[in-house]
């Protein structure tokens, strides 16, 4: 149990974003924006069963909602956590939400819980408006009583901030038009509205967070004005303005067609997918980093025309120099082609995976062609086997001290010649206790 729990550690260290310099221009700009408010004076008003807490700006022209909670119609008391005698009241709870557009005088700008107040080691999880915690990593979406029978939801057309996990939980949502003076819909935001089945996007969005939409398999229909400089839809795929980049696919769409004009393909396009199958056009000469990562996407094809990607096997590669693009797992495995020379950070792995194992394979096969590898890429986990063809370890480049760099925990089969030396290399990365001797195994 104590190795599982390492493991579990260890996989999601890896699976966490690099903070980019955007993120940490992100984070300042919110620490202006605290700055803005008066957070000693709280305001609240109650509106279609619902009270609404409140901050105002130091100017008193813009109001913040930080915090949404169920009230008794009768008694005008909170019932968002009822004991068994109050059941029945959660049963009469509101179909709709109906957001005010002013709170003394001063429009609603903002939603999002006030997250302030928490520690810096405890902000790697968010609070939704309704002040339930969203943690992702846990497949927790914040799911509680207020919105446990919420319908419709009408937001303020002033809005022009949504923060992290705001609208997360909300399992009845079926409909939403975001106002047009948002810009960036944030990680979590919609998180776990699991009857979602159409979203207007706003007029200024320029940024949306792949695990905006995370858990909403029936999203089938997004709209945006066509005056949106940033964007534009098309069949079932929001893509960059000059419809040259693939930015994401909708999370109920089953079938798409890349658009020929497409070149690029962004990072976690396909995260939320439910796409089985993707051609790669012969214009398409870019895969950012697991772009073609998706829970259904088990084939992936593509054009003999294309002078930049190929496929042999469950691989497709970069004809330049042998690098592995995406890995398409059959079965929960992976055999890596002997076309293949590199295995790089920026691989996507889909297909049939470990999905109780954080999308993990079950087995992986390496052929001795590859002699260059990025750090613990692709991933394997605790009950994974690893069989290693070459006769000298891979080169680990992009090493992290923060978790181990090759597969640990796993049961590991390589040359019978070659055992010495892999014992070896991983007591060089100091992991060599992390493969107990029985799972060890020589061909």
């Given at each position: 149990m104590a190795k599982k729990r390492l493991w579990i550690i260890v996989a999601l260290v890896f699976a966490c974003l690099v903070v980019s310099a955007a993120d940490v221009k992100a984070v300042r700009a919110e620490s202006w924006r605290v700055k803005k408010w008066n957070m000693k004076k709280k305001y609240t008003v109650s509106k279609g069963g619902f009270r609404f807490h409140a901050y105002l700006s130091k100017d008193k022209k813009e109001t913040w909602i930080y915090f949404v909670e169920t009230i008794s119609k009768a008694s005008g008391k909170s019932y968002e956590y009822p004991g068994e005698e109050s059941a029945s009241k959660i049963k009469q709870a509101p179909s709709q939400l109906h957001f005010p557009q002013?709170?003394?005088?001063?429009?609603?700008?903002?939603?999002?819980?006030?997250?302030t107040f928490e520690s810096k080691d405890e902000l790697d999880f968010y609070q939704n408006v309704f002040g339930s915690w969203v943690e992702y990593a846990h497949d927790a979406d914040g799911y509680c009583n207020a919105v446990r029978n919420v319908k419709s939801m009408t937001l303020p057309r002033s809005l022009a901030e949504l923060d992290e996990s705001a609208f997360s939980g909300m399992r009845k949502l079926a409909k939403v038009d975001i106002p047009d003076a948002v810009k960036t819909l944030e990680y979590e935001c919609f998180y776990g509205c699991e009857k979602l089945r159409e979203v207007k996007l706003p007029k200024r969005l320029s940024g949306i967070r792949w695990t905006c939409f995370e858990d909403c398999p029936r999203l089938v229909k997004v709209t945006l004005p066509k005056s949106n400089r940033n964007f534009a839809v098309h069949q079932g795929t929001l893509l960059s303005k000059d419809k040259k980049k693939l930015v994401w696919v909708f999370p109920g769409k089953k079938d798409i067609k890349i658009s020929d004009t497409v070149n690029s393909i962004k990072t976690y396009a396909f995260i939320n997918s439910q796409v089985a199958a993707v051609h790669l056009g012969k214009n398409i000469v870019n895969l950012e980093q697991h772009c073609l990562e998706g829970?259904?996407?088990?084939?992936?094809?593509?054009?003999?025309?294309?002078?930049?990607?190929?496929?042999?096997?469950?691989c497709i590669y970069?004809?330049?120099?042998?690098?592995?693009?995406?890995?398409?797992?059959?079965?929960?495995?992976?055999?890596?082609?002997?076309?293949?020379?590199?295995?790089?950070?920026?691989a996507s792995l889909c297909g049939e995976l470990l999905e109780d194992s954080y999308n993990c394979l079950e087995e992986l096969d390496i052929s001795a062609s590859v002699k260059e590898m990025h750090a613990f890429c692709p991933v394997v986990s605790v009950s994974s086997r690893v069989y290693y063809r070459g006769n000298e370890p891979p080169k680990v480049i992009g090493i992290i001290s923060s978790y181990a760099p090759i597969p640990i925990f796993c049961e590991v089969y390589v040359p019978k010649d070659a055992l010495a030396a892999y014992k070896k290399w991983y007591e060089s990365f100091d992991v060599l206790d992390c493969i107990e001797k029985r799972d060890w195994h020589t061909f």
């Open positions: 002013k709170i003394k005088g001063a429009k609603v700008t903002k939603i999002g819980a006030d997250m829970k259904r996407l088990n084939d992936v094809t593509v054009d003999t025309g294309n002078s930049v990607f190929a496929r042999d096997g469950q970069r004809k330049s120099d042998g690098a592995l693009a995406v890995g398409i797992a059959t079965k929960k495995k992976l055999v890596i082609s002997d076309r293949i020379t590199k295995l790089p950070e920026k």
